[in-house]
C-alpha cells in the first residue's frame, strides 16, 4: 500500500557511547538515509545517545511520536551495556522476553562456536510482541515491533537487515532528485536558492558546498516526490543561475 500525498517519516537515534567518544565514526545514518529514500520514506531526525537506559527511553519517545517509524542502531550485542532491547521495551511499555525463533537461530549459528553462553542468549531478547528480521552475517537477529525498528550497530550488520526489510515497509512515493553544481560559493545564491523554493512548495533544495583546486564551489540537489514539479524547480533554478551570470554542470561537480 503506498500513497502519493501523505509525507512519510523516520527518526533515527543512534546509541553508544563509542559514537559519541569519536572512538567510532557513525556510517548508518547515511546508510539508513539512503536505504529509506528508496522505500519512499524520509528520514526526518536523527539524535546520537549514549548507552543510558533514560535516554534511549526519552529519545525513542520523541522520535517514534513524530514520525511513521523509529529505527535505532547499536546495543543489541551480547555484553552487559548493549541495553537497547530493555531501554526500548521500556519505551513501549512492555516487558523484555526471550524469543524462541531468535534462541533457535542463536543455538544453530554457535553450535560449532562453543555453544549458547548467557552473553549469546542475550542477543534472543525482545521487547513482547517483536518480530525478528533476518541477520545472515552474524546469527543474531534485528528487532521489529511494529513501528519501532532495532538494528545492529556494525554498518555491513546493518545494511543485511536493511536488505531484509526491503519492500516490508508501508510508504509512500519515492523521493527523486537532481543535482546541479559548479564553482559557486553558496552565500552568492542565497536568495535564489530560497526564491526558487519557495516557488515550487512541493519541492527542496540541499546546498552542499566544497572546497576544490583552491576554489570554493557547491553542488545544489532539488528533491520532489513529484516528477514534473521536480522538473520545473530544476530548470527554474539553472535559469536562474545563468541569468546571474554563473557557470553551472547539471549532474553536478
Known sequence: MTSSDKIWTAGLVIIGDEILSGRTHDK???????????????????R????????????????????????TTGGIGPTHDDITV???????????????EARALLERYYADKGGLNEGRLRMARVPEGAELIPNRMSGAPGIRRGNVILMAGVPHITAGMLDALTGQLEGGAPLMS?????????????????E?????????IGSYPFFRNGKVGSNFVVRSTDRDALQSCFDTLCEGLAENGWDFTPGGI
Do not use: M
Open 28 to 46: 548508518n545514518i547515511a546508510q539508513v538515509a539512503s536505504w529509506l529514500q528508496v522505500q519512499g520514506i524520509r528520514l526526518a531526525e536523527v
Open 48 to 71: 546520537v545517545v549514549a548507552d543510558d537506559e533514560d535516554r534511549i527511553v526519552e529519545a525513542v519517545n520523541a522520535l517514534r511520536a513524530d514520525n511513521d517509524y523509529l529505527f
Open 86 to 100: 530493555d531501554a526500548v521495551a521500556k519505551a513501549l511499555g512492555v516487558p523484555v522476553v526471550i524469543h524462541p
Open 178 to 194: 537532481e543535482t546541479v553544481g559548479g564553482f559557486i560559493p553558496e552565500s552568492e545564491v542565497a536568495t535564489l536558492l530560497r
Open 196 to 204: 526558487v523554493e519557495q516557488a515550487h512548495e512541493k519541492c527542496q
